[in-house]
C-alpha cells in the first residue's frame, strides 16, 4: 500500500476515518483507513503529529497498514472507535527536516557511487550543491509489482524491499543521476535541500560511512559554530584567524603550570612527610592531613612514600577544586584499625572502595562530613595520645 504521506510528502493535513483502536501497555494501537504520518521506514525515523488532540510519536508498518501508538490518558478511556472520522496533523518542522536528510542521503550516495574514483568530499560537496543550485527535479512514481517499467534501464538499481511489502511500489527519481525503490518522503526538486555540507568520512570492512548534514541542519550547525567563535574570541582575546595559535598558547601555558605545581605538590608532600618523621620524642597516635588539590594530585603518595611512622594512623584526604564535596580517601595504620575505621568513614563520606591489610582506598562524594570522621577516630585512640591534625 501507498500511504497518503507517501503521494504526497507536503501534505500536513488529513481527513480519514478509524479502523480500529486496540488497548495495548501504556496506550492504544490505532489504524486508519489511510494515514499522512509517515511510519518508520527505510531508514527515515516515523513522524511526529496529531489526531484530533491527540499527541502521536510513532508510527510503525506493518504489512499494508500503519499502526499509530497514542499514550493512555488519565481518564484511561479509548481515544477513537471505529468508524469516527478524525484529523491527522503533522508536525512539519520534523517531516521536512526529515525529507531534507533523506533526499540529500539518496543524492550522496548516488554521487559517491558515480564518483568512485574520485571520492574526495570537497568534489563530491560541490557536485551536490551544483545540483541543487540547478533545481534538480526528484519525481515519485508508483508502479504495480508486475509492472514491466521496474526492469527498465532507469529503474534497474532498485533496492531490495522487506518481504511484508505487498501492493504499488515507488520509485524515486533524481532526474540524471539515480532511480530507486523507496518508502521516504522526498522533496520535489533538490533546491529544496537548500544546502549540503560532508563532513567527514568513516573506512570500515567493505564500506564507507558518511556523515553529512543537510538543509536546515547545515544552518543550525553554522549557527552553532559562529557563536562557539564569538565566545573563543572573548575567551581568547583574539579573532578568528588567531584562534588556533592562541589555543596551542594556551595549552603549552597550561601544561607548563601542571609540571610547575605538580613538581611543588611532591617537594611539600616531602616536606610534611620529614617534618612528621622528625618527631622522635613524641610519636603521633594519628595523623589528619585534608587537601584541595584534585583527586589527580600525587600529594597523598608522595607524602605515604616519604612518611616513615608505621605505627601512626592516617587520615588523608584531598578533595577536587569545584567544592563539590567529592574526592579522594586514604587510611593508613595498623591493621585492625584500618579494618574497623575504613567502611564506617567510607559510609559517613558517601564512598565507594576497599581495604586490604594497612591501606583503605576510596573514591567519596561528601568531603563535607570530614569533621564527624574525625570525632570517630578520636574516640577510637585514647585521648592522652599525641595527635597532629591539619
Not at 540529500?104 to 570537497?122: C, M, P, S, V, W
Not at 557563536?227 to 572573548?234: G, I
Request: aromatic letters at 6%.
Amino acid at each position: 500500500m501507498v500511504f497518503k504521506c507517501q503521494e504526497n510528502s507536503f501534505l500536513t493535513e488529513f481527513k480519514t476515518k478509524v479502523i480500529s483502536c486496540e488497548k495495548v501497555d501504556k496506550g492504544y494501537n490505532v489504524i486508519f483507513e489511510d494515514t499522512v504520518l509517515f511510519p518508520e521506514g527505510g531508514g527515515q525515523p516515523s513522524d511526529h503529529g496529531h489526531v484530533n488532540d491527540r499527541v502521536v510519536k510513532s508510527i510503525i508498518r506493518k504489512g499494508a497498514e500503519a499502526i499509530h501508538f497514542i499514550e493512555d490518558e488519565a481518564d484511561s478511556t479509548p481515544p477513537f472507535i471505529a468508524g469516527q472520522e478524525v484529523i491527522q496533523l503533522v508536525d512539519w518542522t520534523r517531516r521536512f527536516d526529515h525529507m531534507q536528510q533523506h533526499s540529500g542521503q539518496h543524492l550522496i550516495t548516488a554521487i559517491f557511487d558515480r564518483e568512485y574514483n574520485h571520492k574526495q568530499l570537497e568534489r563530491i560537496e560541490r557536485i551536490c550543491n551544483q545540483l541543487i543550485v540547478d533545481c534538480t527535479p526528484v519525481e515519485v512514481n508508483v508502479y504495480e509489482p508486475n509492472d514491466p517499467a521496474l526492469k527498465s534501464d532507469v529503474t534497474r538499481a532498485t533496492r531490495g524491499l522487506p518481504d511484508d511489502v505487498t501492493g504499488p511500489l515507488r520509485v524515486v527519481t533524481i532526474a540524471g543521476i539515480e532511480s530507486n525503490m523507496c518508502c521516504g518522503t522526498h522533496v520535489r526538486n533538490l533546491g529544496q535541500l537548500q544546502s549540503i555540507k560532508l563532513l567527514s568520512v568513516e573506512k570500515t570492512k567493505n564500506k564507507c560511512l558518511v556523515h553529512f548534514l543537510v538543509g536546515g541542519r547545515v544552518l543550525r550547525k553554522l549557527s552553532e559554530c559562529y557563536e562557539r567563535e564569538v565566545q573563543l574570541n572573548t575567551l581568547l582575546n583574539g579573532g578568528p584567524s588567531a584562534h588556533i595559535d592562541l589555543a596551542k598558547k594556551l595549552q603549552s601555558t597550561v601544561r607548563t603550570t601542571q609540571r610547575i605545581a605538580k613538581k611543588l605538590t611532591i617537594e611539600l608532600a616531602s616536606a610534611e612527610a620529614e617534618k612528621l618523621n622528625s618527631l622522635r620524642d613524641a610519636l603521633p597516635k594519628y595523623v589528619f592531613l585534608h587537601r584541595s588539590d584534585g583527586q589527580d594530585s600525587d600529594f597523598i603518595s608522595t607524602f605515604l612514600r616519604m612518611v616513615k611512622l608505621p605505627e601512626c594512623f592516617f587520615f588523608l584526604t584531598n578533595s577536587d577544586t569545584d567544592g563539590s564535596g567529592k574526592g579522594q580517601l586514604v587510611l593508613q595504620g595498623k591493621q585492625e584499625d584500618v579494618a574497623q575505621l575504613g567502611p564506617e568513614i567510607c559510609t559517613m563520606l558517601d564512598g565507594k572502595g576497599n581495604g586490604k591489610g594497612t591501606r583503605f582506598n576510596a573514591k567519596v562524594n561528601k568531603l563535607q562530613n570530614l569533621t564527624l570522621c574525625e570525632n570517630l577516630i578520636r574516640k577510637h585512640f585514647p585521648h592522652e595520645d599525641s595527635v597532629v591534625e591539619k
